[in-house]
C-alpha cells in the first residue's frame, strides 16, 4: 500500500472514530437527561410530607363513625395523622377551634353560627350527616302530640341543638316558642326530671328518646323525620386553616369519603369497629346510626351546590330570632368553603 493510500485510510478511520464517540456522547447524554427527567417526576408525584391534625369530637353517632378511619387506618392510608380531641360539648370544641386549639372540629351548623365571634371566622368545609329520627321530643303519657305542648314544661337546653330540635317542631305545628315554657336543662337532668314527672315533655337524642319513652310510658311526639331537618352537623374549621393546612383537609374529607364507602359496602364491620372502639354493641352502634342520613359524596353535593347551606343558615337565623330567651345572635360570618370538598370529591380514589 502506497503512502497516499495508507494516509487515506487513516483519514477515514479517524472520521468514523470521531463519529462513533459523538454518538455515544449523544447516547449518555440522552441517557443522563431521561434519568434527571424521571428522578424529577418522581419527586413531583412522591407523597406529600402532611401535618398532623387536631380535630375535636363529641358523642354522636354521626362523628363516632369517624373512629372507623382509625381503627381501619384510614387516616394512615391518605397520609394523615390525625388526633381526635373529645370535648364534652359542641361549643366548647368549637370555641377551642376557633381560638386555635384546633385545627378542625365535628360540630352542628347550628353551633357554629352561635359561636363565640373572635379574630378568625368559622369556615363550613363538609356535612357529616343530617338528622333523621335520630331525634326528638318524648311526653309523658296524657301528652299525645306537639300540639299538647301549649302551656306546658318541656326540657331543653337554651341555644344548644335540642333548642332548634324544640324550635323546628313548634314551627311545623304552627305553635309559638313563647307559648312553651323551656326548662333550660340538659339531656342528662332532663331524663331525671322526666322520670320523676317534673317536666311534661323533653327533648332528647337516640337512644336515650327510645328509652324514656319505654321507661315512663311515655309518647315520643315528635322527630326529625318530619321535616326536611335543619339538624345539620359539620366538619367545621376557621379561615387561617383552610389556607395553611388545605392539603391536610382535603385528605381528611377524602378518608370521610372512604368511611361512607366502607358504611355503604361493609357495614357490619364498620359498625363492629366502632362500637368495639366505643365500648358498646355494634347493633346497638347501628340503630343510632340508623337515625342519621350519612355525609357521602352525594350528601355533599346537594348541601354546597344547590345552595342548600345558605339556605338552612337564613332558615336557622330566623328560628333563634323568634326566641330570644337563648340570649344569642346568629354570626353573620360564616363561611361556606366548596373549594376543599369540590377538589375531594373530584380526587377520590384517584
Known sequence: MTGKAQTGTRQLL????????KWRSLSVLCVLTLAVSLIMNACS?????????????????????????QEAGLFKQRGLDVQLIRFENNQDSTRAMLRGNLDANFTSLWDVMQSD?????????????????????????????????????????????????????????????????????SNEIAV???QNKRLDAAVIW???????????????IYTTQEVDSLIIDTLASRSTITSTKKAELKQFIMAWFDIMSAVETKPNEVFQKVGKSLGQKSEAFAKDYAGLKKGDIAMQQQMFKSGRLPEAIAQMAKLLKSDPRAGKIPRQDVEINTEIVTTAINEWKL
Open 45 to 69: 408525584l412522591a407523597p406529600q410530607q402532611l401535618a398532623p391534625l387536631r380535630v375535636g369530637i363529641v358523642s354522636w353517632a354521626g362523628f363516632d363513625i369517624a373512629l372507623y378511619a
Open 206 to 220: 337516640q337512644p336515650l328518646l327510645g328509652e324514656m319513652a319505654q321507661n315512663i310510658k311515655g309518647n315520643i
Open 14 to 21: 479517524r472520521r468514523c472514530w470521531l463519529t462513533l464517540t
Open 117 to 185: 365571634s373572635g379574630n378568625d371566622k368559622p369556615v363550613v368545609l363538609m356535612v357529616t350527616n343530617i338528622s333523621h329520627g335520630a331525634d326528638g321530643i318524648v311526653a309523658q303519657p296524657v301528652i299525645k302530640s306537639v300540639a299538647n305542648l301549649r302551656g306546658k314544661r318541656v326540657g331543653s337546653k337554651l341555644g344548644t341543638v335540642n333548642h332548634l330540635i324544640l324550635l323546628e317542631a313548634l314551627k311545623l305545628h304552627q305553635i309559638k316558642p313563647e307559648e312553651v315554657k323551656i326548662e333550660d336543662v
Open 192 to 194: 331525671d326530671l322526666m
